[in-house]
């Protein structure tokens, strides 16, 4: 079982940058994949990036690469989202998930992101 806590979301003008947490309890955080993925009103939830276990490789979906970052630290058992040059259309709840063998089992409750023109 594994608990996830997001925090960092917030408003801020196009342009800017947030750093998303999500924290994990539980056993093994080091021994799944964690992803962030983004919902916005309307629209379902889509991906938008994650760190693969085992061997930290990265994916993003193509409109945050460059832009976006996640890492993580296994001591702290938290996972990150640096959000850098931020657009409108990157308003969402944000939400962090804890994956193995591929299916996410495991999410947060979300933290909401508003990105002002």
């Known amino acids: 079982q594994v608990q996830l806590v997001e925090s960092g979301g917030g408003l801020v003008q196009a342009g800017g940058s947030l750093r998303l947490s999500c924290a994990a309890s539980g056993r093994s955080f080091s021994t799944y994949t964690m992803g962030w993925f983004r919902q916005a009103p309307g629209k379902e939830r889509e991906f938008v990036a994650q760190i693969n276990w085992p061997g930290g490789s990265t994916n993003y979906r193509d409109s945050v690469k460059g832009r976006f970052n996640i890492s993580r630290d296994n001591a702290e058992n938290t996972v990150y989202l640096q959000m850098n040059s931020l657009k409108p259309e990157d308003t969402a709840v944000y939400y962090c998930?804890?994956?193995?063998?591929?299916?996410?089992?495991?999410w947060g409750q979300g933290t909401q992101v508003t990105v002002s023109s």
């Open positions: 998930g804890a994956a193995r063998r591929g299916i996410y089992d495991y």
